[in-house]
């Protein structure tokens, strides 16, 4: 499991690297045009079974942590859909990867 370390609290949230993956583009594609969004996800069940949500500007510190040196392919229509999601209003919302379940990110302060 792959981290993204948010903000100066440094809040882990664990992320399959292949999830990880195609976040990190979505993300950085949208903060190197300098728009600010939400970001949010469904909780595992362990942490609470709920929603979270993050606000992501280019003000705020982010760091992704892979657990491995490899380098995972992108499925071209996850990254569109998972794009198109973070153009929205609500934000950015993981949704499972087309074909796949994606598995639910867990949240540590």
């Known amino acids: ?61 982010l760091y992704f942590v892979f657990s491995s040196p490899v380098r995972h392919a992108i499925n071209k229509d996850w990254l569109e859909q998972l794009s198109v999601s973070a153009n929205q209003t609500q934000g950015l919302y993981l949704i499972d990867e087309p074909g796949r379940t994606t598995p639910q990110p867990k949240s540590h302060v």
Not at 15 to 38: P, T
């Open 1 to 61: 499991m792959g981290k993204l370390l948010y903000g100066e609290s440094k809040l882990e949230i664990e992320f399959d690297d292949r999830v990880l993956a195609h976040l990190h583009l979505v993300i950085s594609a949208k903060l190197r045009r300098h728009e600010g969004f939400f970001f949010s996800w469904k909780d595992d069940p362990t942490v609470g079974n709920g929603r979270s949500s993050i606000w992501i500007e280019k003000s705020i510190p």
